[in-house]
């Protein structure tokens, strides 16, 4: 789900939204890789623990 209503919410919330918006949106946001490589990272240790 990737919508400006979500990002609305989050940045409300002083969330900050890290993963990236899809490719296909008219205003495409600005991402940081950095947090992003990290939350993937992270993801990749949990699932690999859980299995």
Known sequence: MDSDAVRDVLTNMNVEA???ARRNRR???A???GKY???SQTKRL???RKS
């Open 18 to 20: 890290v993963i990236p």
């Open 27 to 29: 205003n495409l946001t």
């Open 31 to 33: 991402q940081d890789r």
């Open 37 to 39: 490589r990290w939350r």
């Open 46 to 48: 949990f699932n690999k």
